[in-house]
């Protein structure tokens, strides 16, 4: 089954502004919402960012997600040590009718 | 407070069944499209399966279809996933997660997982 497209690792520095990306087709990205996961060692994975920019209460507004065409970003400005973790972009797509979800990015604070 | 609790993970030869619940309290549990995530040791995020709120609905992700099935009890608050002829391939954390109506498949709540690892 297809997967999303996201790069393996990203890298900062305190303070800075990373941006993850995710890349899909027209049947999953292109017509329906990405949700982003945000998954710390040894722990569940927490959601990030849904439904066009929303994010759960507690969630900072340092985190953002794009979409355009076939493709989603996430970015976190203003990188803090606490954000090291594996980032996971998903969407349902309607040919496969399943979720797919990208194959996870690992982001290291530096 | 919503929280999901699943059980009945476990060591299981291959071929064998397994069946894996999840407890779900604290929320409009009968509102939330449900699924099941897994995770294999080391590895990224894989959509496994998920059932409409009311349970009339399924979806399999191909590696599982024909083998897994996914079913809730709403009078219970309980998520199943009853796993048959099972494979190596299929060792790893599997996690309940539920989605919010009109959420987009955002799942907005997870468990803890509960690990299954397949071998002779």
């Known amino acids: 089954q297809s997967v999303l497209t996201q790069p393996p690792s990203a890298s900062g520095t305190p303070g800075q502004r990373v941006t993850i990306s995710c890349s899909g087709s027209s049947s999953n990205i292109g017509s329906n919402t990405v949700n982003w996961y945000q998954q710390l060692p040894g722990t569940a994975p927490k959601l990030l960012i849904y439904h066009n920019n929303q994010r759960p209460s507690g969630v900072p507004d340092r985190f953002s997600d794009s979409k355009s065409g076939t493709s989603a970003s996430l970015a976190i400005s203003g990188l803090q040590s606490e954000d090291e973790a594996d980032y996971y972009c998903?969407?349902?797509?309607?040919?496969?009718?399943?979720?797919?979800f990208g194959e996870g990015t690992k982001l290291a604070v530096l | 407070q919503a929280q999901l609790v699943e059980s009945g993970g476990g060591v299981v030869q291959p071929g064998r069944s397994l069946r894996l619940s999840c407890a779900a309290s604290g929320f409009a549990f009968g509102t939330f499209g449900m699924h099941w995530v897994r995770q294999a040791p080391g590895k990224g995020l894989e959509w496994v399966a998920f059932i409409w709120a009311d349970g009339s609905h399924t979806n399999y992700a191909d590696s599982v279809k024909g083998r897994f099935t996914i079913s809730r009890d709403n009078s219970k608050n309980t998520l199943h996933l009853q796993m048959n002829s099972l494979r190596a391939e299929d060792t790893a954390l599997y996690y309940c997660a539920g989605d919010p109506p009109s959420s987009g498949f955002a799942f907005d709540l997870w468990g803890q997982g509960t690990m299954v690892a397949v071998s002779s």
């Open positions: 998903a969407a349902w797509d309607d040919s496969l009718k399943a979720v797919l």
